[in-house]
């Protein structure tokens, strides 16, 4: 069974980077694509980012591209969100989520299996 654990989320200030995590475990395909996604009070989650762990493959979405950047470690099965210069509009839960395939897309719907969440929270 496909698991995910997301960590790194704690209160920051504006201006600082952070790196999240997401361990993975259950999977045993080397064809999956693995998102991060934001969510605030009152919106829908959204996706920041996402990487293809077939190819390699990253897209970082427009509004944080430049400041966001995903990556993985294959051997321990673990992506990553890097945040750089953080802003209080990026406050919020982050989640990541799994999907089996050749993919890296930023649409919920694209994912089979989420984490429970890591909160970030962005002081002014």
């Known amino acids: 069974q496909v698991q995910l654990v997301e960590s790194g989320g704690r209160l920051v200030q504006r201006g600082e980077s952070l790196r999240l995590s997401c361990q993975l475990s259950g999977v045993t395909w080397d064809g999956y694509g693995v998102g991060w996604f934001r969510q605030v009070p009152g919106k829908s989650r959204a996706g920041v980012g996402c990487i293809n762990n077939f190819d390699g493959s990253t897209f970082i979405y427009d509004s944080v591209r430049g400041r966001f950047a995903v990556s993985t470690d294959r051997s321990k099965k673990t992506v990553y969100l890097d945040m750089d210069r953080l802003t209080p509009e990026d406050t919020g839960v982050y989640y990541c989520?799994?999907?089996?395939?050749?993919?890296?897309?930023?649409?919920?719907?694209?994912?089979?299996?989420w984490g429970q969440g890591t909160r970030v929270t962005v002081s002014s």
């Open positions: 989520a799994w999907v089996i395939g050749n993919s890296c897309n930023l649409w919920t719907g694209g994912y089979t299996h």
